[in-house]
């Protein structure tokens, strides 16, 4: 079946950079997107980009141009979320998410990957 | 960027109950939304897509309605595990944006 297995919780400082991984299983690698979503405690679901899991081109949201990176390696076919300069604002589980292609240009996203659990404390 | 607004923000439901959900877009999106099912501590789950199309495996009380800015979530007869958040998504445009989400609480 499909499936996307995301890295385990991570605790970094104020500062530091975190990477979180998310491995596909179960469809071709290189024939969808992935996109990356994250969601602080008790808030809601804040979009950071995708990646063209083929061409290896990105869309990033505005608020994280310059402190993301998105990456393949297809080898593998795990999808990578980088998120430098952290602070305790980015605090959140993040989730990596498959972009589904339907009819005209028709699109949604599924499955989901488990989340991550990101902490950021000094 | 184009904004999701759900309406209500929170709803107080018995089992049984019909209940319906709103989403509205600030610019027409076609039939290019789509609604997940979140529960506590669990990834989101795809719900409805294109607007209208059930996923499959999805029970068939949930139903999704709309085009251009307005639309609808509807569960015709809520269920003990219908008890989630609901958020809506616009995939209209390359940078994907979501509804603030609504809460369905236990009457």
């Known amino acids: 079946q499909v499936q996307l297995v995301q890295s385990g919780a991570e605790v970094k400082k104020p500062g530091a950079s975190v990477k979180v991984s998310c491995k596909a299983s179960?469809?071709?690698?290189?024939?969808?997107?992935i996109h990356w979503v994250r969601q602080a405690t008790g808030q809601g679901l804040e979009w950071m980009g995708w990646?063209?899991?083929?061409?290896?081109?990105?869309n990033y949201a505005q608020k994280f141009q310059g402190r993301v990176t998105m990456t393949t390696d297809t080898s593998s076919s795990t999808a990578y979320m980088e998120l430098s300069r952290l602070t305790s604002d980015d605090t959140a589980v993040y989730y990596c998410?498959?972009?589904?292609?339907?009819?005209?240009?028709?699109?949604?996203?599924?499955?989901w990957g488990q989340g991550t659990l990101v902490t950021v404390s000094s | 960027d184009i904004q999701m607004t759900q309406s209500p923000s929170s709803l107080s439901a018995s089992v049984g109950d019909r209940v319906t959900i709103t989403c509205r877009a600030s610019?027409?999106?076609?039939?290019?939304l789509n609604w997940y099912q979140q529960k506590p501590g669990k990834a989101p789950k795809l719900l409805i897509y294109?607007?209208?199309s059930l996923q499959s495996g999805v029970p068939s009380r949930f139903s999704g309605s709309g085009s251009g800015t307005d639309f609808t979530l509807t569960i015709s007869s809520l269920q003990p595990e219908d008890f989630a958040t609901y958020y809506c998504?616009?995939?209209?445009?390359?940078?994907?944006?979501f509804g603030q989400g609504t809460r369905l609480e236990i009457k």
């Open positions: 998504q616009q995939s209209y445009s390359t940078s994907i944006t």
């Open positions: 610019q027409i999106i076609s039939t290019y």
């Open positions: 990646i063209n899991t083929n061409s290896g081109g990105t």
């Open positions: 179960g469809y071709t690698f290189t024939g969808h997107y």
């Open positions: 998410a498959r972009r589904v292609v339907g009819a005209i240009t028709l699109n949604w996203l599924d499955p």
């Open positions: 294109a607007a209208s």
